[in-house]
């Protein structure tokens, strides 16, 4: 199904908690009510943020004709990174680190006001862009709007299967030559990770291999796992966000660093979303390269992972590498709100 012209922009005239998104390769679905749920609902579109301890799993479940709903969005807590606090960042991380092994996802924030950005134009620049990724555009008044396209699948169920992956290790894409021991550990402990998460459902991983991005590359193995009878959907869930790809290794202390080192709110950032159709049917995504937008001001997030082997430098130009999924689409269709982004 192809989405309505001006689909976005009526759902947030009309003050509709609404979906879309387009998974690869396939056409686009949407939806609109006129609030969410909370909880996972079978027939419906989850959203959920990147702390579960502190937030609420959503879920929009589309309605034909919904009543007008709530106007005025969760100002959401907007602090733009300097190099010099995210250099801090990492070089506290990263000692951490040596100390104690393992790894924690730094996010940075790059905000713009004064922009007037058309979602509508921009979801169908993303989807021409990055064919491979999950296009995605939500919004309730609990979220905010967010827009982006994601490359990595949290969980899907299909005829029995779940099916991950493993997705972390950064680099410029079409690099040459093998990929280097910092970003080949930063996969290991994403994918060990996984797999335990996933013992009681028998796992099995591919052999890593590199998986294109858009302007960037990452490190990938695909993970199937059968699903279990009975099985508690969410319980898994719970249990494998955030990722260490988002958050870190040891979760609680990576928590507890990101609390430490970020000025920012994350919000949904490095949480999920998809089409929940049943305990047997679904497909959930990674929220990640992607834009909060709040009236005219929007904010980029985007992260890397720091480990022992760190450097500020190199974490600091993967950052603005990432940032340009996003901001390749606008320039192809509002070039002239880049400018407010160029830090």
């Known amino acids: 199904m192809n989405i309505q012209s001006g689909f976005i922009r009526e759902s947030l005239q009309s003050g509709f908690s609404f979906f879309a998104y387009r998974l690869p390769h396939s056409g686009i679905s949407f939806g609109r009510s006129s609030k969410p749920f909370k909880g996972l609902i079978p027939g419906g579109f989850v959203i959920a943020p990147f702390d579960l301890e502190s937030g609420n799993i959503l879920t929009i479940v589309p309605e034909t004709n919904p009543a007008d709903g709530e106007c005025s969005d969760i100002i959401p807590k907007w602090h733009e990174t300097t190099r010099g606090q995210h250099n801090n960042a990492v070089n506290k991380i990263s000692l951490y680190h040596r100390k104690h092994g393992g790894k924690t996802v730094l996010s940075r924030m790059i905000c713009a006001e004064d922009v007037k950005i058309d979602c509508d134009s921009l979801f169908a620049a993303l989807c021409k862009l990055y064919p491979e990724a999950t296009v995605f555009c939500f919004r309730t008044p609990e979220t905010g709007l967010w827009i982006g396209a994601s490359p990595e699948r949290l969980l899907s169920s299909h005829d029995g299967t779940l099916t991950t992956m493993a997705l972390a290790g950064t680099r410029r ?70 990722t260490p790809a988002l958050c870190g290794s040891d979760r609680s202390a990576s928590m507890r660093l990101i609390q430490e080192t970020e000025s920012h709110e994350r919000g949904c950032y490095g949480g999920f979303f998809g089409p929940y159709h049943s305990e047997n049917e679904f497909d959930f995504f990674v929220n990640l390269r992607s834009m909060n937008i709040c009236g005219q001001d929007a904010s980029l997030i985007v992260g890397g992972g720091i480990t022992a082997l760190s450097s500020p430098d190199t974490e600091w ?9 996003v901001l390749n689409a606008l320039r192809v269709c509002q070039s002239e709100i880049l400018s407010k982004f160029d830090k």
Not at 193 to 206: D, G, H, N, Q, R
Not at 317 to 325: H, L, Q, V, Y
């Open 173 to 242: 894409s079409g690099t040459k030559g093998e990929w280097d021991i910092k970003n080949i550990e930063e996969h290991a402990l994403v994918a060990d990770f996984i797999v335990e998460c996933l013992s009681e459902c028998k796992p099995c991983a591919t052999h890593p291999y590199t998986r294109n991005a858009g302007p960037v590359e990452h490190l990938c193995c695909d993970i199937t796992a059968k699903l279990p009878e009975s099985a508690d959907i969410e319980k898994i869930l719970r249990r494998l966000s955030p």
């Open 317 to 325: 130009e993967e950052t603005n590498i990432k940032s340009r999924s």
